[in-house]
C-alpha cells in the first residue's frame, strides 16, 4: 500500500503539466535510483517497473548468492543463510530477486523522495516553458497586468507564465492598471536557476516593426518591407520601408488615407511621431529622407569616416534637428552616418530661434523680451550691458555669444 500512496499523484501530474508518459517514467526512475544511492550506495544492482498510469511500482534488488561469512558487498551479496529464508532451494553463485518496499528505505527517505519528485516535475516544467519562450523571442505577445512594482510590472499570460516588463522597457507614457492587457515583444528569454526568466519590451524598435507586420497587410504578406527601425520610444521613430513591386507606393500603403493605418500605431506607442521613409541605396538621397521634413541645398559625405556635413538654409535647421534633437540623431541611427548641420548665408543674420537646438528657449525669450531676436543683433551689444538688461547670468550671456559667434566664423 505504501507504494501506491506514494505514487497515486502520478496521474495528476501527467495530466496537469501535460508531461507525456516515457518523459514522466523517466523523471520517476531518475527520483528513485538517487533515493537508492542515498540508501545503498550504488543503484546498479536494482530493477525499476513503474506503471505510472495505475499508480504501481517496484523495486526489485539483484544479489549473487555467497557462502555464509563470505560477504564482501551487501548491496550486491547475500549470505546463503538469508537468500534461503526468501527461497529454501538456493545454491551458492545463483542470483536472487528480492522486492524493496519503500518503507525499508526510511521515512526521511521517502519525505525526500517526495520533495525531489516535485522538483523534479517543476524542474521539467520551466524547461519546457523556458524552450517555449526561447521560440517565441522577437514576437508579439500579450499577457495580463498581475502586480505593478516600481521597477517593474509583472504579467501573467492565458497560462499563469510570468512574464516580466521592466521599467526601461515601458513607454515614458504608458500607465497601466491591474487586469489590464498589455502587447508588447518577447525581447529576451533566459533560465536564472531552473526558472525561466522573460522579458517583455514596449521599447525595442522590433516591437514598432511587427506592429507594422501586424497592421498592415502588405507587410504581413511581403509586398513591403521593413529595412529599417529606429526608435526613441514614446517621442519618435523613423521607419525605412520598400517594395520589390513598382506597382506599390510602399509609404503611402504604410501610413493610409490621412494616416488611418498607422494611427493605430501611434496610439498603441503612447502617440510615437512615426516618420515612414522610402528606403534606398543612395547614400545621399537616404540620408536627406531620413531628415525630413527639412529641405536640404547640399551634402558632402566622407565614407571612411561615416560623416555627412548637411547644409540647410537658416528656417530649415531646426526642422532638420527637430524638438530636443529627436529627428537629427534619429536620421543618424538610421542611415549610420553622424550628421552635422551647416547653416548657409551665414553672414546673413540668423533669427534666434534657429539657434533652439545649442540655446534654450526661456534665454532666447529673455532676449526676446528686449527686443534682440537675430543672431547678430546680440552680437553687437556689450555682454556687461546684455547682463543689465535682461535676467541672465553673465556666464550664461558669454556662452550665448559665444555659440553665435562660432556661427559666423564658420
Given at each position: 500500500m505504501e507504494n501506491l500512496a506514494l505514487i497515486e499523484s502520478f496521474s495528476e501530474f501527467k495530466d496537469d503539466k501535460m508531461i507525456d508518459r516515457v518523459t514522466l517514467m523517466a523523471i520517476l526512475e531518475d527520483v528513485f535510483r538517487s533515493a537508492l544511492k542515498r540508501k545503498y550506495g550504488d543503484d546498479d544492482n536494482f530493477d525499476i517497473i513503474i506503471n505510472p498510469d495505475k499508480g504501481d511500482l517496484e523495486i526489485w534488488r539483484n544479489r549473487v548468492v555467497v557462502a555464509d561469512g563470505e560477504v564482501e558487498d551487501d548491496n550486491s551479496e547475500i549470505e546463503l543463510a538469508a537468500a534461503r529464508k526468501i527461497e529454501p532451494?538456493?545454491?551458492?553463485?545463483?542470483?536472487?530477486?528480492?522486492?524493496?518496499?519503500?518503507?525499508?528505505?526510511?521515512?526521511?527517505?521517502?519525505?525526500?523522495?517526495?520533495?525531489?519528485?516535485?522538483?523534479?516535475?517543476?524542474?521539467?516544467?520551466?524547461?519546457?516553458?523556458?524552450?517555449?519562450f526561447k521560440e517565441l523571442e522577437g514576437e508579439l505577445y500579450s499577457a495580463e497586468v498581475h502586480h505593478i512594482r516600481h521597477r517593474a510590472i509583472i504579467l501573467l499570460d492565458d497560462e499563469g507564465n510570468e512574464i516580466i516588463m521592466p521599467k526601461d522597457r515601458q513607454i515614458n507614457s504608458d500607465f497601466f492598471r491591474k487586469g489590464e492587457n498589455?502587447?508588447?515583444?518577447?525581447?529576451?528569454?533566459?533560465?536564472?536557476?531552473?526558472?525561466?526568466?522573460?522579458?517583455?519590451s514596449r521599447t525595442s524598435p522590433k516591437f514598432l516593426e511587427k506592429l507594422f507586420e501586424q497592421e498592415i497587410p502588405e507587410v504581413f504578406d511581403g509586398l513591403i518591407t521593413v529595412k529599417a527601425v529606429v526608435r526613441e520610444p514614446g517621442e519618435k521613430a523613423k521607419v525605412a520601408v520598400d517594395s520589390y513591386d513598382d506597382r506599390i507606393d510602399p509609404v503611402g500603403a504604410c501610413v493610409g488615407v490621412k494616416g488611418s493605418r498607422i494611427h493605430g500605431i501611434v496610439r498603441e506607442l503612447g502617440n510615437e511621431n512615426i516618420d515612414v521613409i522610402n528606403w534606398t541605396?543612395?547614400?545621399?538621397?537616404?540620408?536627406?529622407?531620413?531628415?525630413?521634413?527639412?529641405?536640404?541645398?547640399?551634402m558632402e559625405i566622407n565614407e571612411e569616416t561615416k560623416k555627412a556635413e548637411v547644409k540647410l538654409n537658416p528656417e530649415e535647421v531646426s526642422k532638420a534637428i527637430g524638438r530636443r534633437?529627436?529627428?537629427?540623431?534619429?536620421?543618424?541611427?538610421?542611415?549610420?552616418?553622424?550628421?552635422?548641420?551647416?547653416?548657409?548665408?551665414?553672414?546673413?543674420?540668423?533669427?534666434?530661434?534657429?539657434?533652439?537646438?545649442?540655446?534654450?528657449?526661456?534665454?532666447?525669450?529673455?532676449?526676446?523680451?528686449?527686443?534682440?531676436?537675430?543672431?547678430?543683433?546680440i552680437l553687437e551689444q556689450d555682454v556687461a550691458d546684455l547682463v543689465k538688461r535682461t535676467d541672465l547670468e553673465e556666464e550664461t550671456v558669454i556662452a550665448v555669444v559665444n555659440i553665435l559667434k562660432s556661427e559666423f566664423e564658420d
Open positions: 532451494d538456493y545454491e551458492v553463485g545463483e542470483d536472487v530477486a528480492e522486492e524493496v518496499k519503500l518503507v525499508q528505505l526510511g521515512r526521511r527517505a521517502i519525505l525526500a523522495l517526495r520533495q525531489n519528485l516535485i522538483a523534479k516535475i517543476h524542474e521539467h516544467d520551466n524547461t519546457n516553458i523556458y524552450k517555449h498589455v502587447r508588447g515583444i518577447i525581447e529576451s528569454v533566459e533560465l536564472r536557476g531552473n526558472k525561466p526568466n522573460i522579458i517583455l541605396a543612395n547614400t545621399q538621397l537616404y540620408i536627406a529622407r531620413a531628415l525630413s521634413p527639412a529641405k536640404i541645398i547640399s534633437g529627436h529627428n537629427i540623431r534619429l536620421a543618424g541611427k538610421l542611415t549610420g552616418y553622424e550628421i552635422d548641420v551647416i547653416r548657409d548665408g551665414s553672414d546673413e543674420d540668423v533669427e534666434l530661434t534657429e539657434f533652439s537646438d545649442e540655446i534654450e528657449s526661456w534665454i532666447i525669450e529673455e532676449f526676446s523680451k528686449i527686443g534682440l531676436d537675430t543672431a547678430k543683433s
